[in-house]
């Protein structure tokens, strides 16, 4: 088991920024990738950005060039640094773990944390 804790939501003006992180717990955290998705108001669950043990990214085309993906293994955390932030941004944030990237660009993650709002004013 992979216990994930999202941080660091909130309310924020457009173009502002945010940092969210993400606490794991349990199995080894370099094993996994670490994904964050997103929930906009009324839409699907949607891919933002994954990072694999080794530092490779991904990034859906919405956030590339505003938000990147860190990770500490020492600290076993993931975190998402969010800039120049969008209205369209507003969503719940969900941080996830999986072994395998094809998974977790799809969705389709082992273990998710609880989610943590994001909210951007215009």
């Known amino acids: 088991q992979v216990q994930l804790v999202e941080s660091g939501g909130g309310l924020v003006q457009a173009g502002g920024s945010l940092r969210l992180s993400c606490a794991a717990s349990?199995?080894?955290?370099?094993?996994?990738?670490m994904g964050w998705f997103r929930q906009p108001p009324g839409k699907a669950r949607e891919f933002v950005a994954h990072i694999s043990s080794g530092g490779s990214t991904y990034y859906a085309d919405s956030v590339k060039g505003r938000f990147t993906i860190p990770r500490d293994n020492a600290k076993n955390t993931v975190s998402l640094q969010m800039n120049s932030l969008k209205p369209e941004d507003t969503a719940v944030y969900y941080c996830?773990?999986?072994?395998?990237?094809?998974?977790?660009?799809?969705?389709?993650?082992?273990?998710w944390g609880q989610g943590t709002q994001v909210t951007v004013s215009s």
């Open positions: 996830a773990a999986e072994r395998w990237a094809s998974r977790l660009r799809i969705g389709a993650a082992d273990y």
């Open positions: 349990g199995r080894t955290f370099s094993n996994y990738y």
